[in-house]
């Protein structure tokens, strides 16, 4: 396994961060332990959770992720120490989460005394802000006009970020995070706070996780350059497009028990002919290439310049296990050019 340092923090974290959302609703304890204990044994060191999960998020499944890793910590206490945990405050906008509210100085601190309860752990290595307050180009609103940027009032954003600072401050202190990260945001948002924790001498957000796969590559170059000069460790979420990569999905299929059988917040929309199009000229590199698509994809991820930690899921060991495995070894430079005309020809499939 590879590691890379978690941006401006001494953090040292493996290439492949073990994502758990299906754990509480599509996958149930006696999954989630033997995943945990499967990456551990890979040598994975790195895992992101956070208060809404388990995804689809209801207030059913609210918290149920954390309630997981907390079992699996109370009963693997000893490494606990081995183990860079991180987890995240929802955003605005679910009435089951704070009746809706944004996120403020406030909540972050009782959010994070919720979830150490939950996890069942003295402190978060690593604490996100899940979605910013305010409106960003994320879960399928990056069409020009899709909203204004002009609507949001930079005073005000900035002012709440200050805020935000404050309470993550509290909690650095206090010992109950060590690191300060950002989730679903953007350039001006990485570089509102970063200007506001130097102005203030408040923590750094060290890293972001975005959405990025082959078919939705929207952050390169500009944001990614961004985290690469100012060292923010930039952590692709969803590299497999929720599973369309893997070609499960191709052609209408809905294999049971899989993600897109569930009702979805934000509907489905990353399923375009477009997208179908694109997967299955993925696929022929792959099959060329002696691998899965799930596999090409990942491990075209995982070469980007500026990733520092890949967010992985799975529902089933073999899916983690491939999943896994596609971190072994490179692409070769004859499929990164196969590639590379497919994203030209499906650059924003969705």
């Not at 609210?62 to 907390?70: A, L, N, R, V």
């Not at 078919?215 to 369309?244: F, Q, R």
């Not at 792959?286 to 310049?305: F, P, R, S, Y």
């Amino acid at each position: 396994m590879q590691f890379s340092t978690l941006g401006s923090s001494d953090e040292s974290v493996s290439r492949v961060c073990l994502g758990s959302m299906t754990w509480g609703l599509q996958n149930n304890q006696q999954d989630a332990d033997q995943q945990i204990a499967y990456a551990l044994a890979q040598d994975i060191n790195f895992i992101d959770t956070a208060e809404m999960y388990a995804v689809p998020p209801s207030a059913e499944t609210y918290g149920k992720t954390e309630s997981i890793i907390g079992h699996y910590l109370k009963n693997n206490s000893s490494q606990r120490k081995d183990i860079i945990l991180a987890s995240k405050i929802a955003g605005p906008g679910l009435p089951w989460v704070r009746e809706g509210g944004p996120i403020t100085g406030e909540t972050v601190i009782s959010s994070v005394e919720a979830s150490l309860k939950r996890l069942q752990t003295d402190y978060i290595d690593l604490y996100q802000l899940h979605w910013p307050n305010r409106q960003t180009p994320h879960f399928g609103r990056n069409a020009p006009n899709h909203f204004k940027f002009s609507d949001s009032d930079s005073t005000e954003q900035t002012e709440s970020m200050l805020d935000i600072l404050q309470g993550l401050e509290k909690c650095v202190k206090a010992g109950k995070i060590r690191h300060c990260g950002l989730s679903d945001d953007t350039p001006w948002g990485i570089n509102s706070f970063l200007k506001l924790s130097e102005q203030h001498n408040l923590p750094r957000m060290v890293s972001i996780q975005n959405e990025f796969s082959l078919l939705h590559a929207k952050d390169w170059p500009y944001l990614i350059e961004n985290c690469v000069h100012e060292n923010i460790a930039y952590l692709p979420w969803s590299p497999l497009a929720t599973g369309m990569l893997s070609g499960k999905y191709l052609n209408g299929a809905r294999p049971e028990g899989s993600r897109w059988t569930l009702q979805q917040r934000n509907g489905l929309y990353r399923d375009t002919e477009t997208s179908e199009a694109a997967i299955k000229a993925y696929q022929e590199i792959a099959m060329a290439n002696g691998i899965t698509t799930a596999e090409l994809a990942l491990k075209w991820c995982d070469q980007v310049d500026g990733v520092t930690s890949t967010i992985i899921g799975a529902t089933t060991m073999a899916q983690l296990k491939e999943n896994i495995n596609a971190f072994k070894d490179p692409l070769s430079e004859q499929a990164l050019s196969d590639i590379s005309a497919v994203i030209k020809l499906y650059p924003a499939p969705y």
